[in-house]
């Protein structure tokens, strides 16, 4: 069973562009979250989607947003690229059945600098 | 508001020692933990989680963890340590009744297995 699969892997942007990121979740799996890490902030939420809807939603800026397709992939988008905005962004899939503590697999990131 | 600290940034210690990993959370609500692990240039990986029931939760590579609600504990140990160890290793807690895509992870420990 294939993992959760992230595209690009690495990527250099300019600030002020914006960027897309891909996510293919476990197959079976309905919801996908989204993370940023960065050395200095650690690892932080930042949006969660289940049956295309966003379920939940991080202390991030407008400029940062998601979707979710009907056959549970997702990408993040962020846009007007700030310095601050290079991370490592992590895309973790779920069965996603509230309450029930389902294990969060994670994929291996997309590295982002941002120029 | 949920929180999580990991009360060492770094842990050296040799090989074929016991380690011990810290992690306290804070919750006014019931809670899910969990361990994860992350190597070089890679996403997280599970390495256990508590959700109900006993209290002691084994996981993979001979880790296991010890959930003390009194306390608000869940460390993190191994009986014998190997190089293939050294690696980052981040406490999370995810709302008990909902919100399973949402994780608050602590700010990480590293392992550093010496020869």
């Known amino acids: 069973k294939a993992g959760v699969t992230q595209t690009p892997r690495y990527l250099i942007k300019t600030r002020g562009q914006q960027v897309t990121l891909s996510c293919s979740p476990i197959?079976?799996?309905?919801?996908v979250s989204w993370y940023q890490q960065t050395p200095g902030q650690g690892l932080q939420f930042l949006f969660e989607?289940?049956?295309?809807?966003?379920?939940n939603k991080g202390n991030f800026p407008g400029r940062f947003s998601g979707r979710q397709f009907s056959n549970s992939r997702s990408e993040m988008n962020v846009s007007t690229l700030e310095l601050g905005d290079s991370a490592l962004y992590l895309c973790?899939?779920?069965?996603?059945?509230?309450?029930?503590?389902?294990?969060?697999?994670f994929g291996e990131g997309s590295w982002l600098t941002v120029v | 508001a949920q929180s999580v600290t990991q009360l060492d940034s770094q842990v050296p210690v040799f090989e074929e020692a016991p380690v011990e990993l810290r992690c306290n959370y804070s919750?006014?609500?019931?809670?899910?933990l969990f361990w994860y692990v992350q190597y070089p240039n890679q996403g997280l990986q599970l390495l256990l989680k508590?959700?109900?029931?006993?209290?002691l939760v084994k996981g993979i590579n001979g880790f296991e963890a010890e959930f003390n609600k009194s306390q608000t504990s869940f460390h993190l140990r191994k009986p014998s340590v190997h190089i293939s160890d050294t690696a980052e290793y981040f406490c999370?807690?995810?709302?008990?009744?909902?919100?399973?895509?949402?994780?608050?992870f602590g700010q990480g420990t590293t392992l550093q297995v010496k020869p």
């Open positions: 973790a899939s779920s069965l996603g059945e509230l309450g029930s503590g389902n294990t969060i697999y």
């Open positions: 197959s079976g799996h309905r919801s």
């Open positions: 989607y289940f049956s295309e809807t966003q379920r």
């Open positions: 919750s006014s609500v019931s809670v899910y």
């Open positions: 508590y959700l109900s029931g006993s209290t």
């Open positions: 999370a807690v995810s709302e008990g009744s909902g919100n399973t895509g949402k994780l608050i």
